[in-house]
T-cell receptor, first 113, second 117 residues
Framework: SQQGEEDPQALSIQEGENATMNCSYKTSINNLQWYRQNSGRGLVHLILIRSNEREKHSGRLRVTLDTSKKSSSLLITASRAADTASYFCATDGTNSGYSTLTFGKGTMLLVSP | GAVVSQHPSRVICKSGTSVKIECRSLDFQATTMFWYRQFPKQSLMLMATSNEGSKATYEQGVEKDKFLINHASLTLSTLTVTSAHPEDSSFYIC?????????????FGPGTRLLVL
């Protein structure tokens, strides 16, 4: 069953503006990851936040995690046209020797010059 | 580092034929490989998980006799879509991790677009 649910489904902004995407999930997790996918391409890992972390930064990316609300947000600051892509959250909830990711439906971000 | 390749990048086949997709980890040994399917404008759905040298574990609803997975070496896993039908047309993506005590990160291939006529 689908674990993560992102909103909005689509987001259109101007270059320089900030973009915020949200992800909600249903079961307990070990970590939550955000990925980016350009049209028709594979996924690029952006950032991982563990269940005991609340906020994490990487360059222009800021991720928050609220395990009590079972939600996460991805903020892209000072967006660029090159940030145009689909963004997915993925939850990792297994305790076995390898991660098993469950992906959300994604947010399509369009950044206009 | 941690590059994963897939071949072919796209394939068109006739209904009833079988198609093999390769997934290779180029610069690391992938103890575990994952196969996902993505329909247009939808999310990735995990199909199966394979560990080198053992049988793949399939997700519920995925036919193991239709989607044959082989992970014969630490750098190569193959997905064979047998007797493909138009409804099998999709974007197939593999990912790989190198295991260890608890490997959290999967490295994704560029995907293979399959069109069954």
């Amino acid at each position: 069953s689908q674990q993560g649910e992102e909103d909005p489904q689509a987001l259109s902004i101007q270059e320089g503006e900030n973009a915020t995407m949200n992800c909600s999930y249903k079961t307990s997790i070990n970590n939550l990851q955000w990925y980016r996918q350009n049209s028709g391409r594979g996924l690029v890992h952006l950032i991982l936040i563990r269940s005991n972390e609340r906020e994490k930064h990487s360059g222009r990316l800021r991720v928050t995690l609220d395990t009590s609300k079972k939600s996460s947000s991805l903020l892209i600051t000072a967006s660029r046209a090159a940030d145009t892509a689909s963004y997915f959250c993925a939850t990792d909830g297994t305790n076995s020797g390898y991660s098993t990711l469950t992906f959300g439906k994604g947010t399509m971000l369009l950044v206009s010059p | 580092g941690a590059v994963v390749s897939q071949h072919p990048s796209r394939v068109i086949c006739k209904s009833g034929t079988s198609v093999k997709i390769e997934c290779r980890s180029l610069d690391f040994q992938a103890t575990t490989m994952f196969w996902y399917r993505q329909f247009p404008k939808q999310s990735l759905m995990l199909m199966a998980t394979s560990n080198e040298g053992s049988k793949a574990t399939y997700e519920q609803g995925v036919e193991k006799d239709k989607f044959l997975i082989n992970h014969a070496s630490l750098t190569l896993s193959t997905l064979t879509v047998t007797s493909a039908h138009p409804e099998d047309s999709s974007f197939y993506i593999c990912s790989a991790s190198w295991g260890g005590p608890y490997q959290e990160t999967q490295y994704f291939g560029p995907g293979t677009r399959l069109l069954v006529l």
